[in-house]
């Protein structure tokens, strides 16, 4: 566990490894472990596993070939479907396993988790049914990285058709670092009867918070305030849910602080989300910690990894939509460069800081940063990469 973070934001890591280490070691300790992935294990980062446990193979080894055996338990078939239902067997058993893909195709098994959903609801009508460990959904390769995939990897669609389902049954988790990575996990592990959609980028991103946060943030209902990117009475609330989201958000805090230093924020990282509340199925985010944290009245920017109306139907359960300006992805671009999927879906951290000088009353430093991305997109055009750092 981290126990200390001298420099948030300040330490590249990479949470995609960090979830093979912890899949590398939950194989190590517990021989009934298995992680069903579609052929996509290495491509996500994940391929610490293999240090661990072999892929389960019935043909003949070769030399090239990664670490096979017959009985391995990292089974790997490019057939979501096939692998969602024979996970659904394992965990019957009352064994622990997880399953990754990439995020656009989470999708291809709604269906199946949703039946799985309603199953669960039924269990609880029968004595003799023991509960059964969660459904875990290890979800990476997403719509904000298209460096070569394109626009039919871009879809963070099946977390809002879960958080959609009345069924309290139900937690998506956004792990801003490895901390909250390891949190995440460890929740998952202890939850039951749930599904668990745990959505992270593969690609390096900045660390944040230490393992006490990490913890806090689950034990808290969700959300918390960062100290260390938060002022004394603010007059804007900044907030985000998703690693790419949190990172945008708090350098666009970083873009305003340069310009405006006197400035006042506050931010509140958002680490899960259950229906129709921050939080999840064991503890949500009450209402007197959001009025406590938000405040009642001041304006809140919101930076989220998905659909923006998804996190906005759950904000307006805790306070008046007319505060609420929330950035998130709204279907554009394909294959293009980092900043620019950012850009063309406003929720670059030029976007956010845009918003902010908007409601700061300094439309001036509103057309500076969009100018920042005016120059950007003709240099991408151009030259195939961003101008700008993403650093």
Known sequence: MIERVENPGTENINIA?????LLAGQFAKDPHFYLFSPDETT??????????????????IEDFDLPEASNGRIVELLSENTLFATLLGHLSNGEQAMMTSYEAFFSIILSQILQQIKFYKQMDAVAWRKPWPAVNLLSTSMCWRQDHNGFSHQSPATISDLLDVPSGRVNCLFPVDDSAAEAAFNFMLTTENVVNLTTFDKNDTPRWIDGYHAKFLFDNGGASIFQFASDPDPEIILTAAGDIATREMLRAREIIKQDRPETRLRFIGINSLTHGAIGTTVKKFEQ???????TQHLPIVASFHGYPDTLKNILINYTNQYRLSVHGFVEEGS???PLEMLALNHN???????DLAEKLGRPDLAEKYLKLLDDNRAYTREHGIDQLSLD
């Open 335 to 337: 294959t293009t460069t």
């Open 17 to 21: 490894k960090t979830f093979g280490h």
């Open 288 to 294: 007197s910690q959001f009025n406590d944290y938000f």
């Open 43 to 60: 491509s996500n980062r994940l391929a610490e596993v293999y240090d661990a446990e072999k892929r389960a193979w019935s043909l003949p």
């Open 348 to 354: 670059s951290r030029y976007d956010l800081a845009a």
